[in-house]
């Protein structure tokens, strides 16, 4: 059983930043590759960003291209979501996921077999 814990959210204010935090294990960064979603009210699961397992290839949804950042600390199994410029759009509960085809940078939520509980970002305008 894969196991992911987000951590780093909270509230901040227009234009500010914050970074999240995707913890695993060791064996789940070798083998899987790693997405951001985000859910807001009255929308469906949004795809933000992915990374592959190995290769470091990155996706991007075009709305956050440019002011958040995918990546991945090999040695403490845990991949990151660096936010800037934040608005008050952002504001959501984001989530972590693992896709077990480790050379994807999959967008659609069906792809990713198991799923962080998610944190509450709220970016006051």
């Known amino acids: 059983q894969v196991q992911l814990v987000e951590s780093g959210g909270g509230l901040v204010q227009a234009g500010g930043s914050l970074r999240l935090s995707c913890a695993g294990s060791?064996?789940?960064?070798?083998?899987?590759?790693m997405g951001w979603f985000r859910r807001t009210p009255g929308k469906e699961r949004e795809f933000l960003a992915a990374t592959t397992s190995n290769s470091g290839l990155t996706s991007y949804a075009d709305s956050i291209k440019g002011r958040f950042t995918i990546s991945r600390d090999y040695y403490k199994n845990t991949v990151y979501l660096q936010m800037n410029s934040l608005k008050a759009e952002d504001t959501g509960i984001y989530s972590c996921a693992a896709n077990p085809n480790s050379d994807a940078t999959a967008r659609r939520p069906t792809d990713y077999t198991y799923w962080g509980q998610g944190t509450q970002v709220t970016v006051s305008s």
């Open positions: 060791k064996y789940t960064f070798s083998t899987y590759s």
